[in-house]
Antibody, heavy 117, light 110 residues
Framework: EVQLVESGGGLVQPGGSLRLSCAAS????????MYWVRQVPGKGPVWVSR????????FYADFVKGRFTMSRDNAKNMLFLQVSSLRAEDTAVYYC??????????WGQGTLVAVSS | QSALTQPASVSGSPGQSITISCTGS?????????VSWFQQHPGKVPKLVIY???NRPSGISNRFSGSKSGNTASLTISGLQAEDEADYYC??????????FGTGTKVTVL
């Protein structure tokens, strides 16, 4: 059974940092591009970033460039998103996704990041 | 990257067909056949219903179909059912090697 389990979210002050993690299981993790999408409850989803199968290439939405860094550990089937210089508008549920928008698309249940003083 | 434009709401009676549009630009929808559609019920994770403009993932009803013309993609739901009432979002690959979502459409079954 395919599983993606996010963790690492929480309450953080403006300007702070968090490291989001996503534990993958039930499929060959190293064969898939992985993605992060965020969604403010009650609003539409917003695409955040993606990373290549080998972890050497990553692409980011303009609004997170320089603040967020995506990485992966294929040996441990783990995906990460380092989020820094957090702002109130970064408050959202962050979803880890396999093969976004394609045949094998699969979403985790998300982890909530709340930025507030 | 600006969000793709969708109508805020679309409604139809059971059994009818409805179509949701998704308008982008020559840098996204018009450039690639990498348009996908997601269905989201309240409190649930988005679910893929169409990928690569017109392909259905395994397990998705053939009442869902997709198409594209120029910079506009469309999702058609035929034989509308009560369970189709949800929010729908399109998404497209872009020339920046990123993706962009649409603004979202609330489908109401009358």
């Amino acid at each position: 059974e395919v599983q993606l389990v996010e963790s690492g979210g929480g309450l953080v002050q403006p300007g702070g940092s968090l490291r989001l993690s996503c534990a993958a299981s039930g499929f060959t993790f190293s064969s898939y591009w992985m993605y992060w999408v965020r969604q403010v409850p009650g609003k539409g989803p917003v695409w955040v970033s993606r990373i290549s199968t080998d972890g050497y290439k990553a692409f980011y939405a303009d609004f997170v460039k320089g603040r967020f860094t995506m990485s992966r550990d294929n040996a441990k089937n783990m995906l990460f998103l380092q989020v820094s210089s957090l702002r109130a508008e970064d408050t959202a549920v962050y979803y880890c996704i396999r093969d976004f928008g394609d045949r094998d698309d699969f979403w985790g249940q998300g982890t909530l990041v709340a930025v507030s003083s | 990257q600006s969000a793709l434009t969708q109508p805020a709401s679309v409604s139809g009676s059971p059994g009818q067909s409805i179509t949701i549009s998704c308008t982008g630009s020559s840098s996204d929808v018009g450039r690639y056949d990498f348009v996908s559609w997601f269905q989201q019920h309240p409190g649930k994770v988005p679910k893929l219903v169409i990928y690569d403009v017109s392909n259905r993932p395994s397990g998705i009803s053939n009442r869902f179909s997709g198409s594209k013309s120029g910079n506009t993609a469309s999702l058609t739901i035929s034989g509308l059912q009560a369970e189709d009432e949800a929010d729908y979002y399109c998404a497209s690959y872009t020339t920046s090697s990123t993706y962009v979502f649409g603004t979202g459409t609330k489908v109401t079954v009358l």
